[in-house]
């Protein structure tokens, strides 16, 4: 590309400034939240406990100590070549069924350089085909069906090879960004925040807005959707299935935690796989352009962390009974009340404002043409689906409890299920003084999920400013609350 394309692509989207501390804060996330997953794994394990006895005595920590205390496989064995064969398997079947399969084709919000993308919608299909027979092998293997064994055998590889595919796909679409070229027939552009000119910073936030690849049997692939909702979201669910047959076979039953919290989160994947068409007009999408910080977020981090409460109950049964199952239930239902409601509110008005549901809403005009609600749910708060999103976290943290437990050193390894030759390991994994302490790992997403949350909202406070203006002033003095009215 010559100097005066370039030029005349990067002024179509002039850069709105940094984000996320700018190059430095891009250079720590990049490298200290893959480290977080590790340590994640590491320091709540089946070998010691959760945490690992040494962290509760730090005086006493030695690094031999803790490399024994967290099962340490050196740094050869942080990966394997077979898991990541295995895991290219599972991106390339979702390839598979994402062209196969029949689906929904859909038009993307109005660019900025004009014209709207396509795009082909059936993740919701392709999850319950993946979904449809690893339940059939369940069904004739039971916890012994390998792909749950697998998935525990090699949790930390799996991360690895996430993390990276996250890493590669990053560096791809950045040098790919600059065969970007004005008034291209493809309609591809730069993301508004992503060329500052600086490499690392560009390549963490992502350079272009909607990367695509054109494949042999595949036709085109749009990467920033398809890793938006497809191995990230169903690899979530995938490992809370595997961590409930690893609890199988230690213990001989499920417990009613662990069921409740993958119930809680499988309804919110595949309820965001079915109305996989509304991430159009979420900020990911029109906004962001595709580099790490998406492609590790969707691919390593969500389902790495998020399930990590799941991971903890398959080694720490948590029995709540009627009560607190009753409690649970309500803390959830509360939450996707508030977090569905303000969406379909949002969606059908955007749709369809004369819709008998949404036809009584009040709402402002602005100069541009668009109508920004000012009553319903919308009214309360400018962003009260976050406020439902973080409600909904609560509910699978807390059926964890006053989390923590030690496993007693010299026995046998706890995955075989039993210790002291033959004695059921619930008799002999305990809370002890870890008791607390393992909540640092249980209740870390419903701490991180407020920190994103507000990042997110502080993030499109500014983008709507830049859109709208004085009409967006006028706006927040008609809607006053930001995520939580009376409050914040």
Known sequence: MS??????????????????????????????????????????????????????????????KLKEETGWPGISGLASAN???????????????????????????????????????????????????????????????????????????????????????????????????????????????????????????????????????????????????????????????????????????????????????????????????????????????????????????????YSLQVRYLAVFPVHLGAKGIIGVLAVQGFGYYVFRGANNEKNRFRTDPKDPKVAHLKYMETKSGSKLLISGWWGTARHINYLGDWIMAWSYCLPTGIAGYLIPQGQSHPADGYIFGGTPMESQVHQGEARGWGMAITYFYVVYFAILLVHREMRDEEKCLRKYGKDWEEYRKKVPWRILPGVY
Request: hydrophobic share 50%; charged share 15%; proline share 5%.
């Open 3 to 64: 100097k005066s394309e370039r030029k005349s692509v990067l002024l179509s989207e002039p850069s709105h400034g940094y984000e996320f501390g700018g190059p430095i804060g891009a250079f720590a996330t990049s490298f200290g939240l893959p480290v977080v997953c590790y340590l994640a794994a590491f320091l709540c394990n089946d070998v010691s406990g959760c945490p690992v006895p040494s962290a509760l005595h730090p005086s006493s920590l030695t690094v031999e």
């Open 83 to 305: 898991v990541t064969v295995w895991v290219f398997a599972y991106y390339f079947t979702s390839l598979v069924l994402q062209a196969a399969l029949p689906g929904v084709v859909t038009e993307g919000v109005e660019l900025s350089s004009g014209g709207r993308l396509k795009y082909k919608f059936n993740a919701f299909s392709s999850a319950l085909t993946i979904i449809f027979v690893a339940g059939m092998g369940t069904l004739f293997q039971g916890s012994e069906f390998p792909l749950w064994t697998f998935i525990w055998n090699n949790y930390v590889q799996l991360i690895t090879a996430n993390l990276g595919i996250a890493f590669s796909l990053a560096c791809f679409v950045y040098v790919k960004s600059f065969t970007v070229k004005t008034g291209n027939k493809e309609q591809r552009e730069l993301a508004a925040g992503g060329h500052s000119g600086n490499l690392i910073y560009d390549w963490f936030i992502g350079r272009e807005l909607n990367p695509r690849i054109n494949l042999p049997l595949f036709g085109t692939i749009d990467i920033k959707a398809f890793c938006e909702l497809r191995p990230g979201m169903l690899g979530w669910v995938l490992l809370d299935l595997a961590f409930i047959a690893h609890q199988y076979k230690l213990y001989g039953y499920i417990s009613d935690s662990i069921i409740l919290i993958t119930i809680f989160q499988a309804v919110y994947v595949f309820d965001a796989l079915y109305m996989e068409p509304a991430i159009l007009t979420t900020i990911d999408i029109t906004t962001d352009g595709f580099g790490f910080m998406l492609a590790f977020g969707d691919l390593a981090w969500l389902p790495f962390i």
